[in-house]
């Protein structure tokens, strides 16, 4: 689904007010739900959650957490819904074997780093992890999942669009109050800048971490040349930022709906328009693992990297769920 205009807007509009009745009956429910106990995995489980319906750099701020524990010693395995694929799980993810509209793309591209499991129910695909042999958990996504108990919840905020609204869906893109979102967590992670305030509404005694997107090694070769951009991810501003910061020049821009899949129809439209333009058609990692794969050859992907401000703050997080990890010697 593309999110509605009026969820980034000031929240003070006629139909975030209309729907504000239904946003209480959401919100309660959520309450309800995660006020359930869920299953203690015997191995730490780090969850990458968000307050926001929709992509804020969950899965990159997952990624960084994988490769951390794994260069400790630690055997990561990811663990998420498949938002977007068929398969409930819990199945392990085999990028031979599964397609986008299997496992979700964020499940791909988690699988091509670390063991990847999808499962609804987050409890039975904890379960098969530890049986297949995880030391550590990572969850992208599944803060408001209350099956599996967490040892360290991080709520990952976009800092280019923070809370939107701060209304609870329908009225606005939040699962839940900020506040309720945030007492689950031990601290925040702001990646880009704060554009939107939402630091101003987290609690004030929440650590903030903060890091940005930076552009991966393929830049280079972009630097200085027209592209043809376009992405189905939640914010497709900070795609088009993370280009322009690359030095690329946006020749023309296309943004679909958030997980969206191309078909071969929508690829033949892409890139007669990037050829029309004499421009590079280029696209997010997310959007490639969608594309059918006749036609990925003809596109050029821009990678992004983690960078953390602070890099130590990440780490001394991570320490105690590490160490709890018997690493042989």
Known sequence: ????????????????????????????????????RGWRAPVPVICCGNATAG???????????????????????????????????????????????????????????????????????AQAAVAAGAQAIVMDDGLQNPTLEKDLSLLIVDGSFGFGNGRVIPAGPLREPVAAAAARCQAAVLIGADESGALARLPPGLPVLRAR???????????????????????????????????????????????????AGDMRDLLAEAEALRAIPVTTRKDFVRIPPAFRARVTVLTVRLEWEEPAQIEQLLEPHAARVPVPA
């Open 1 to 36: 689904m593309r999110a509605p205009e009026f969820w980034s807007g000031d929240g003070r509009g006629l139909l975030p007010l209309l729907l504000s009745p239904l946003a209480s009956l959401y919100a309660a429910a959520t309450a309800r739900r995660v006020a359930r």
């Open 55 to 125: 992509g804020s750099g969950k899965t990159t701020v997952a990624l960084d957490l994988g490769r951390r524990l794994a260069n400790r010693g630690v055997a990561v395995h990811f663990l998420l819904r498949g938002y977007g694929g068929r398969l409930k799980g819990p199945v392990r993810v085999d990028p031979a074997q599964h397609d986008s509209r299997a496992v979700g793309d964020e499940a791909l591209l988690l699988a091509a780093e670390r063991p990847t499991w999808v499962a609804a129910d987050r409890a039975a695909g």
């Open 213 to 263: 997107l930076r552009p991966g090694p393929e830049a280079e070769a972009l630097s200085g040349q027209p592209v043809f951009a376009f992405c189905g991810i939640a914010n497709p501003r900070r795609f088009f930022a993370t280009l322009q910061e690359a030095g690329a020049v946006i020749a023309g821009r296309l943004a679909f709906a958030d997980h969206y899949p191309y078909d």
